[in-house]
T-cell receptor
């Protein structure tokens, strides 16, 4: 149980384009999903907290207009990186939990490379 | 903010026991997670401690002392595949946000 998937697993795009990443909880309903970014040899940095049916809460320093998050159902959240630039290249990981304080289960991550 | 400290690197021998410590300073504490992360992969859940004490799960055990802001992950009968980064994360507040430590890179040698 507690399986979380992400799609795509990797993506290469041109600078200025937008990329959408999907995060799905496959066998449980996730009230809360979290989006993280991880640069090489660094720890996970929380970008935003997403609750089903409400607006995401962004961490300080994360541009909400650049990183659009939608959590329209209890099993799906999406992160759209708009007008991507090379500095946005990173490993993006989502996690999902049944309630906000429950265990977070991580998706396999999406490696984004912006050329 | 939340302060989480754990050693950067540790080395141990196959078959041995290793203890990875984590100290934290936080408010609104819900619980503490331990995750394992292999290079290039996402973290996988190991344990979640809410109450003080030791929780054992196979070769892995995790301990928490809320009053001391201290936790450790104990790995027994080390195997080569245990070489990975081990992340300590603290869940705080009603939103359950987790703040991660920088991780401890464990290298298991033959």
């Amino acid at each position: 149980g507690a399986v979380v998937s992400q799609h795509p697993s990797w993506v290469i795009c041109k600078s200025g384009t937008s990329v959408k990443i999907e995060c799905r909880s496959l066998d449980f309903q996730a009230t809360t999903m979290f989006w993280y970014r991880q640069f090489p040899k660094q720890s996970l940095m929380l970008m935003a907290t997403s609750n089903e049916g409400s607006k995401a809460t962004y961490e300080q320093g994360v541009e909400k207009d650049k990183f659009l998050i939608n959590h329209a159902s209890l099993t799906l959240s999406t992160l759209t990186v708009t007008s991507a630039h090379p500095e946005d290249s990173s490993f993006y990981i989502c996690s999902a939990s049944a309630t906000s304080t429950d265990t977070q289960y991580f998706g396999p991550g999406t490696r984004l490379t912006v050329l | 903010g939340q302060n989480i400290d754990q050693p950067t690197e540790m080395t141990a021998t196959e078959g041995a026991i290793v203890q990875i410590n984590c100290t934290y300073q936080t408010s609104g504490f819900n619980g503490l997670f331990w995750y394992q992360q292999h290079a290039g992969e996402a973290p996988t859940f190991l344990s979640y401690n809410v109450l003080d004490g030791l929780e054992e799960k196979g070769r892995f055990s995790s301990f928490l002392s809320r009053s001391k802001g201290y936790s450790y992950l104990l790995l027994k009968e080390l195997q080569m595949k245990d070489s990975a980064s081990y992340l300590c994360a603290v869940s705080v507040g009603r939103a359950g946000k987790s703040t991660f430590g920088d991780g401890t890179t464990l290298t298991v040698k033959p």
